[in-house]
């Protein structure tokens, strides 16, 4: 019986713990449409996760992880607030040339810049640019995709 009330102690005290972490879900628009989760990992570092679909150029989809850093918080408002952050990243996927033919695989280094402004409702939005340096890597032959990703990209989240 005792092990059983520290076990449930200890679920409680991690479940407590998880559910005080600010995360956030939502959408990014810009280059593409993008699936975008945020988790803080600290009062000013969060991890960010997005999933894609490339609508412009030649298409296909990727995943992209960012670990940002807040670097001020203005005081441009008197209610809600506003965030700068950066950081860097990795992305993967999968591209096409859009006939179908030549079909490949993406692996790039990326970096963020922007501003959030979250309100006093559990609502944020964002805006930001996301530079990549890649290479896309299909059917045998191999070549590099340079840098891109300075789009503005538009992201709208809900934050629990």
């Known amino acids: 019986m005792k ?44 991890l960010e996760a ?7 150029g030649k298409g296909g989809f990727k995943a992209t992880a960012i670990y940002d850093w807040e670097l001020a918080h203005p005081d441009w408002t008197d209610q809600g607030e506003w965030t700068v952050y950066a950081g860097p990243g990795a992305a993967l996927g999968v591209v096409s040339n859009g006939s179908g033919k030549d079909t490949g695989f993406f692996l ?14 559990p609502l944020a939005i964002s805006l930001d640019i996301r530079p990549q340096l890649g290479y896309h890597f299909g059917d045998g032959v191999a070549y590099t995709g340079g840098l891109f990703g300075f789009i503005p990209t538009l992201g709208v989240r809900y934050r629990f």
């Not at 790039?108 to 409702?121: K, M, P, S």
């Open 3 to 46: 092990k059983l009330l520290i076990i449930l102690a200890l679920a409680i005290g991690f479940t407590s713990v998880a559910s005080a972490q600010s995360r956030a879900v939502g959408a990014r628009l810009g280059y593409g449409v993008e699936l975008s989760y945020q988790h803080y990992l600290a009062p000013d570092i969060f």
């Open 50 to 56: 997005d999933l894609g679909l490339d609508l412009i």
């Open 108 to 121: 790039g280094i990326c970096g963020q810049l922007g501003v959030e402004y979250t309100f006093t409702f």
